[in-house]
């Protein structure tokens, strides 16, 4: 089976814009979740979709955004782009069965100047 | 509220010695535990869980982690260690008191571990 895929894997946005960062799950996969990596924060959780609806939501501004589409892929979505939004930005798909493993796509790597 | 300790920021070992890397936790209810690795540049892979049963899970690559509940850690381990095991190792657990299926994780802070030749 292909892996978790995340598009671009590098971006380069000025502050006040706004991004959509890309992920496609392993096929049969119907939970996405997206977390933010930093070298300060660590590992946080920004939420959670799975069959189209939003399951699960961490703490961040409103700023973040997600959806997710019929095929599971999922996108989200940063508006008014900060300087403290650089980060990593790693989806995790896994299945429908209770095994809780969650598998990480690659990330994609987010600089705001 | 939940939350993961990994104690260490940094462990050096040599080659060929046995590795621990410390994770302890609080929850509230049963954990549901686990362990992923991220090499550099890359996503994070998942090493082993423990959502119940016996005490010692085994995972990938020769590593093994002892969940212990008196003490709430959750050590990884693995007898003999390898210079390509050099990653970044994260210890996360799972709020059980989320609802069914929801899969946000708690992380640690990571773990830089070097395996010296």
């Known amino acids: 089976k292909a892996g978790v895929t995340q598009t671009p894997r590098y971006l380069i946005k000025t502050r006040g814009q706004q991004v959509t960062l890309s992920c496609s799950p392993i096929s049969g996969h119907r939970s996405v979740s997206w977390y933010q990596q930093t070298p300060g924060q660590g590992l946080q959780f920004l939420f959670e979709y799975f069959s189209e609806t939003q399951r699960n939501k961490g703490n961040f501004p409103g700023r973040f955004s997600g959806r997710q589409f019929s095929n599971s892929r999922s996108e989200m979505n940063v508006s008014t782009l900060e300087l403290g939004d650089s980060a990593l930005y790693l989806c995790?798909?896994?299945?429908?069965?209770?095994?809780?493993?969650?598998?990480f796509g690659p990330g994609t790597r987010l600089t705001v100047t | 509220a939940q939350s993961v300790a990994q104690p260490e920021d940094q462990v050096n070992v040599a080659e060929g010695n046995p590795l621990t890397v410390k994770c302890t936790y609080s929850v509230s209810g049963n954990p549901y535990l686990f362990w992923y690795v991220q090499y550099p540049n890359r996503g994070l892979q998942f090493l082993l869980k423990?959502?119940?049963?016996?005490?010692l899970v085994k995972g990938s690559y020769g590593f093994e982690a002892e969940f212990n509940k008196s003490q709430t850690s959750f050590h990884l381990k693995k007898p003999s260690a390898l210079v390509s095991d050099s990653a970044l190792y994260f210890c996360a657990v799972r709020d059980p008191g989320r609802q069914t299926g929801a899969n946000n994780l708690f992380f640690g802070t990571g773990t830089r571990l070097t395996v010296i030749p």
């Open positions: 995790a798909s896994s299945s429908s069965r209770p095994s809780y493993e969650q598998y």
């Open positions: 423990y959502i119940t049963g016996d005490n």
